[in-house]
């Protein structure tokens, strides 16, 4: 089943029943939950790349030999189904090189999941961490402190591995020779 024009979905509603929603889905691609699980060996935690708010995402490699990012939702979270439904009507048939693609979904008695291509590099959050990590470093863990002073994203450049490494100290102040400057001024009545 590579094609569907639509599908109906059983939503819970918030007074306690259950309602039919038809959801029109161009170029979408159905995989049975035994596909993503074949994908991502029976969901191993080895492949598990991210956790979010409503579920997981693992790495699977599907019958096609390609790698995809498969988001596998909470079965408990009726919200968690809601967001799928919400996120296969914004996305089906938006194409664009900087916006993610969904491939295809599962819907399956209690299985919900999403399936997206895989990028190697993962999420810019963790270069974020990196970024953090690194003025952490030069606030809290050398002494004298340093301030960057001109901390921009030019002056975050990443490794092969995109690693961040922060750059640029020509505006850097050493927080000693201020504290020593004014302790000096203190000293002399000056300050």
């Given at each position: 089943m590579d094609k569907f024009s639509c599908c109906f979905w059983?939503?819970?509603?918030?007074r306690g029943g259950v309602h039919r929603e038809l959801l029109d889905i161009n170029h979408m691609r159905i995989y049975t939950y035994k596909d993503l699980q074949t994908a991502t060996q029976n969901f191993n935690r080895v492949n598990k790349i991210g956790q979010g708010k409503f579920g997981s995402v693992?790495?699977?490699?599907?019958?096609?030999?390609?790698?995809?990012?498969?988001?596998?939702?909470s079965s408990e979270s009726v919200q968690g189904f809601r967001e799928v439904l919400h996120e296969i009507t914004i996305t089906s048939d938006i194409h664009h090189e900087?916006?993610?693609?969904?491939?295809?979904y599962c819907?399956?008695?209690?299985?919900?999941?999403?399936?997206?291509?895989?990028?190697k590099n993962r999420s810019l959050d963790l270069t974020l961490l990196g970024v953090a990590k690194g003025l952490a470093y030069l606030h809290e863990e050398?002494?004298?402190?340093?301030?960057?002073?001109g901390i921009k994203a030019k002056h975050i450049l990443l490794d092969e591995d995109f690693t961040p490494k922060i750059t640029d100290f020509g505006l850097a102040q050493i927080l000693a020779s201020h504290l020593a400057l004014d302790m000096l001024m203190r000293l002399a009545g000056k300050g």
């Open positions: 059983n939503v819970a509603s918030p693992y790495k699977g490699q599907l019958d096609d030999g390609k790698l995809f990012a498969i988001k596998v939702l900087n916006l993610m693609k969904l491939h295809g819907v399956e008695k209690k299985h919900r999941s999403l399936v997206y291509g895989y990028l050398v002494h004298p402190p340093i301030i960057h002073g």
